[in-house]
């Protein structure tokens, strides 16, 4: 019965999540369709990606201690009332003419800030709430989350924006906030049993910020995969910051940027589906690199297509592989490190994944604004043009070729290494020796000697 009451309580916060992804979403789509059209210019919007990702390279793994010392309920109560109050202040600026943009830069490090406590916190529950078997399953629906909500909020995005404006975007966003912290404050997420090995790692705040590094570089295989994730991530984020402009330079259409932004979420719910409907037993590394190559490949092909047609297939296509590389890794984190350290395990994965992402942020607009886009027709862009064309848009479409084909030689070039191709069955499942259940004698051994925590 307890185990059934976990599984329900992960499909709430699940559902919950997805809701106030969608109104999180919408305030970003108004949000970029307003400074690119005040602008014209893709560096304010890779500057807003830059800021929001600043916070979670410099302080992830500190996020990752707080989720495994505290409630991991209270971390996502936390992370989302923060959220909401950086978002109730960006309304109060557009609502009296105030808003500039580096009130925004400032907002997104706050709202980034407190985001960043949800991944280590949400990823570390499932290990709790969902027995081995079904944890594929479960993974892969988690990351059918932010692309359901990426589905339904560009619809909703484009016709409320025409309604009542960005404010209004952003009021309905504030109420799924809400929503949001009123249903995780009614539901319990489960601590888990503390471990010999999350005994050992306790101590100060700076040694249990180290330990999730230190865990992972001694599953080595884990750690190189972890470095190409690096560099997936550096190129995708390169990327994905110009689809929007990219988009609106092709077409000239909010409306139909809102429908293939959709498609693409689409493609990310079809493939966490088809994930999910499927437990994933064995091989999980096969179909992880297969997927990185797929979707790389589809990344370049994004360049070369022009037509609405065309856009919207591709965009369909390219996110599609994405959970299948995503919820197999998740799942194995889960299965080869111990529980009560693994919201420190995923905040230092997420925090060396995202390692370069700055600086793809920062060099992103420049590239396009001063050095892709100028060049399309001029000295050599002959060379080129049968692939991308020659309008406005081709610069960023040559970008996505480049970046495609290189991840889809870095995936292909780890898959023909034996040693990551069976990294599996090469890295064997936790197995506690001695645990404990949190009590008072473990609550002790968890914050003897630990610095003052403030927020």
Do not use: C
Not at 2 to 30: N, P
Not at 31 to 58: C, E, H, S, W, Y
Not at 212 to 225: A, E, N
Not at 430 to 437: F, G
């Amino acid at each position: 019965m307890a185990r059934t009451t976990s599984i329900r309580t992960f499909y709430i916060l699940i559902l919950t999540q997805t809701f106030s992804y969608i109104g999180s979403q919408m305030t970003e789509l108004a949000v970029g369709i307003k400074i690119f059209n005040d602008t014209g210019q893709v560096t304010p919007l890779a500057l807003v990606g830059f800021f929001g990702m600043l916070p979670r390279i410099l302080a992830t793994s500190f996020a990752g201690v707080l989720a495994d010392r505290w409630d991991r309920r209270y971390v996502l109560i936390v992370s989302d009332a923060g959220q909401a109050l950086a978002t109730l202040i960006l309304l109060l600026t557009l609502a009296t003419g105030t808003f500039e943009l580096w009130i925004l830069y400032i907002l997104t490090i706050w709202q980034a800030t407190f985001a960043m406590f949800q991944g280590p916190a949400f990823n570390a529950s499932v290990t709790q709430l969902v027995p081995d078997a079904m944890r594929d399953r479960a993974n892969a629906i988690q990351q059918i989350t932010g692309p359901a909500a990426g589905l339904i909020a560009p619809v909703l995005a484009g016709v409320l924006f025409a309604v009542i404006g960005v404010t209004g975007v952003i009021v309905v966003d504030i109420v799924t906030f809400l929503v949001a912290v009123a249903v995780v404050a009614s539901v319990h997420i489960p601590r888990p049993a503390q471990t010999d090995e999350g005994r050992a790692a306790g101590g100060s705040v700076w040694r249990e910020m180290a330990s999730g590094f230190t865990l992972m570089w001694k599953l080595r295989p884990m750690f190189y995969l972890l470095l190409l994730a690096t560099l997936l991530n550096f190129l995708g984020n390169m990327t994905g910051v110009m689809i929007v402009p990219y988009v609106l330079l092709l077409t000239g259409s909010e409306a139909m940027l809102g429908t293939l932004m959709a498609l693409l979420s689409l493609g990310m719910v079809v493939g966490g589906v088809l994930v999910s409907v499927r437990t994933i037993r064995s091989k999980r590394m096969h179909i992880v690199f297969l997927a990185i190559i797929v979707e790389a490949l589809f990344l370049a092909l994004l360049g070369v297509v022009r037509t609405p047609l065309t856009l919207a297939i591709v965009m369909f296509l390219y996110l599609l592989p994405n959970p299948m590389v995503n919820a197999p890794l998740f799942s194995l984190v889960q299965a080869k490190t111990p529980p009560d350290m693994q919201g420190r395990v995923f905040a230092a994965i997420m925090q060396l994944a995202m390692l370069a992402m700055p600086l793809a942020y920062l060099l992103a607009g420049p590239l396009a604004d001063r050095v892709l886009e100028p060049a399309v027709g001029g000295a050599g862009w002959d060379l080129v043009a049968p692939l991308v064309g020659s309008e406005p848009g081709a610069g960023i479409g040559l970008l996505f070729i480049i970046s495609g084909l290189t991840s889809a030689l870095a995936g292909a070039a780890f898959y023909a290494w034996p040693r990551m191709r069976h990294l599996e069955s090469e890295l064997p499942d936790y197995a506690p020796v001695n645990q404990s259940l949190p009590g008072e004698e473990a609550r002790d051994a968890l914050t003897q000697g630990a610095e003052p925590l403030l927020l």
